[in-house]
T-cell receptor
């Protein structure tokens, strides 16, 4: 069975600084996709960034980038120039082509200090 | 982006009654919708996969008779919590995939429903 693990329940970063959130996953599939979602206090799920497993190049979306290490099954999220609005719970998620089901990690609560 | 509307946003019901939650894709068709449950400060746990025109597929440990799912059209799935008890109090979230897009596109989430059973 596929699993996603986020080992950092809480993280804290100073405004304008950089923070990295960790995520590892376990799968025997070869065709899958990885995501980072943000859940602010409103609890609306917001897609931050996605990575296709077959792509070697790390995805980047403005201040957000990932470090995708396929062999190590690691998928960390780096947030640069952290802003107060980045404070939220962040979930790493995995989906395979054949099921379409998103499997979420435990989540990391990010606090941004002014 | 595609919009998924979930209704109601919050509901309070008495123990023993049933509650229906709706999940609608407003500007796209969704053959598959997913229902999640989330406790405070915890992850989203997949409850079931809702397939248009067929029976839902439930995850292990989820009671089919307790959580009734109906997916009667390409834009609407409903989750009915039957004979609700206080332990069913939780945050329920639906998501939908656009049939017109490739799989790696993100799932679109509803805004969630906070259920409180008293």
């Amino acid at each position: 069975a596929q699993t996603v693990t986020q080992s950092q329940p809480e993280m804290s970063v100073q405004e304008a600084e950089t923070v990295t959130l960790s995520c590892t996953y376990d799968t025997s599939e070869s065709d899958y996709y990885l995501f980072w979602y943000k859940q602010p206090p409103s609890r609306q799920m917001i897609l931050v960034i996605r990575q296709e497993a077959y792509k070697q190049q790390n995805a980047t979306e403005n201040r957000f980038s990932v470090n995708f290490q396929k062999a190590a099954k690691s998928f960390s999220l780096k947030i640069s120039d952290s802003q107060l609005g980045d404070a939220a719970m962040y979930f790493c998620a995995y989906v395979t082509s054949n099921t379409g089901k998103l499997i979420f990690g435990q989540g990391t609560t990010l606090q941004v200090k002014p | 982006g595609a919009v998924v509307s979930q209704h109601p946003s919050w509901v309070i019901c008495k123990s023993g009654t049933s509650v229906k939650i709706e999940c609608r894709s407003l500007d796209f068709q969704a053959t598959t919708m997913f229902w999640y449950r989330q406790f405070p400060k915890q992850s989203l746990m997949l409850m079931a996969t809702s397939n248009e025109g067929s029976k839902a597929t439930y995850e292990q440990g989820v009671e089919k008779d307790k959580f009734l799912i109906n997916h009667a059209s390409l834009t609407l799935s409903t989750l009915t919590v039957t004979s609700a008890h206080p332990e069913d109090s939780s945050f329920y979230i639906c998501s939908a995939r656009d049939v017109g897009r490739v799989l790696n596109t993100e799932a679109f989430f509803g805004q969630g429903t906070r259920l409180t059973v008293v």
